[in-house]
């Protein structure tokens, strides 16, 4: 075992030599296997185990035993304890998530914090192919059928090519000692019922079962590689971003053999789910829209437009007072200054008649109704028209504000003023207003 687990290291791992590593360890025989392999290897390592208080006694008992095994190692332990229960509670989570979370949490936090390079779990093939199952069971894609990686950001798995029968074996053999945790043996989770009841009894039918099953893993991660490849490719053709916002290509789109599961591939990490409304947006109407629990997909024109959801309550107006030199808003900031002569032009400044203005001025987005009388043009325009003609999307109508001098529009922000708080050769003060 220890001579297999050696070469894995040298032949796909290697990177792990020479590392800081911090092993997440339950007390349970993988974490204790692969300690005592890093050991034997010399590898820089260090102990992590998290105690969830869910267990009572055994909790403790699975604690103090990893600090036995570190001391008898004269490896350095990190411990944490959680309040799994109330956490879970809190956050609207199982049991089993919360201590997911909890646990990658603070294994990451340490690793940023202590300068661990990688950081280590314990899961082997027969976890693989349960996580197979569950996710086959459950209705997936392909993404859901190629395993666990082995390599995930600073995760490893050095061991998903050994069999927890192989483990075991090693194990007795080297009359190594681990904790069992008696919550394993119920068969009240679907995992547990896989482990204990469907598992054995495939590889009864097909003694090789692991094996087979990791050359069809093997196979589904290089039709991955082509699926991503692929995406990639199309990325660049349909997708556009244009001043932070995610544009796609409809007409680009149609074209492809399955716009279906290139849109699935495209947005699949923006947590949509309802995929056939999100097809339908491509013959719906302008306006109609597709909300994810953080972004919307929003059908305008020739395009659908991706943009995350605003988590934060925005102010519905602003006030400015006379004395005011700089306000901060939602879309940026805007500095007041009196100047003596209109200097540089651009979209971000405006230069106003400043006896023009009646204080308190008002900042807020645009309502229906609303119009002004826009600089270069004749006469007066509302403002869902003057979007129209400058084809502004359903976004950025939404995102556009207004500066008003009681209910007269002096500047449509970073677009265009409105002509009766121009500067003439009649203008005594000139008032200097900039975006940032």
């Known amino acids: 075992m220890l001579e297999s687990f050696q070469k894995h290291l040298d032949d796909h791992l290697n990177m792990l030599h020479g590392s800081r590593l911090l092993i997440a360890i339950s007390g349970g025989l993988d974490s204790v296997v692969l300690t005592h392999l890093c050991h034997q290897l010399k590898l820089k390592v260090s102990l992590a185990h998290c105690n969830f208080n869910l267990r009572a006694a055994e909790s403790d008992a699975d604690e103090a035993f990893v600090l036995e095994l570190a001391d008898e190692l004269d490896l350095d332990l990190f411990i944490e304890s959680f309040d799994t229960e109330t956490y879970a509670k809190e956050h609207g989570m199982s049991i089993q998530m919360a201590a997911r979370e909890l646990r990658y949490n603070w294994f990451y936090e340490l690793a940023d914090q202590l300068k661990f390079d990688y950081i280590l779990t314990a899961h082997h093939a027969d976890d693989n192919l349960e996580t197979f199952l569950i996710n086959l069971s459950r209705g997936t894609g392909l993404e859901g059928l190629t395993g666990i990686p082995e390599v995930s950001d600073k995760m490893v798995r050095p ?158 107006q602003i006030s400015i007072q006379q004395i005011d030199k700089a306000i901060i808003a939602p879309f940026g900031s805007l500095t007041l200054e009196a100047v003596d002569a209109i200097s540089e032009l651009s979209r971000s400044i405006v230069y106003i008649d400043a006896n023009q203005l009646n204080f308190p001025l008002t900042l807020r987005k645009w309502q229906t109704g609303d119009f002004f009388y826009p600089l270069g043009m004749n006469g007066k325009k509302k403002l869902s028209k003057f979007f129209k003609d400058e084809k502004f999307s359903l976004i950025d109508k939404e995102n556009t504000w207004i500066l008003f001098s009681n209910d007269d529009v002096v500047w449509v922000i970073g677009k265009r003023g409105d002509k009766r708080f121009k500067v003439t050769e009649n203008t005594t003060k000139i008032l200097k207003i900039e975006l940032h």
């Open 159 to 316: 061991l998903l090519p050994f069999s927890r029968e192989g483990l075991e074996i090693y194990a007795i053999g080297k009359q190594m000692k681990w904790q069992e945790d008696s919550s394993n043996a119920s068969t009240k989770y679907l995992r547990n019922k896989l482990r204990h009841d469907i598992i054995p009894t495939l590889k009864q039918m097909n003694p090789q079962l692991l094996r087979n099953f990791q050359t069809t893993i093997s196979n589904l991660q290089d039709s991955q590689d082509l699926v991503e490849d692929r995406i990639v490719d199309v990325q660049r053709k349909v997708v556009e971003v244009v001043n932070d916002q995610i544009k796609l290509n409809i007409k680009k789109l149609k074209r492809l053999s399955n716009p279906k599961a290139y849109l699935f591939h495209l947005l699949k990490d923006f947590n949509f789910t309802a995929w056939n409304d999100v097809v339908n947006l491509l013959a719906a109407q302008s306006g109609k829209q597709v909300f994810s629990p953080t972004h919307r997909l929003l059908k305008d024109r020739d395009y659908l437009l991706l943009s995350a959801l605003d988590s934060t309550s925005e102010e519905d």
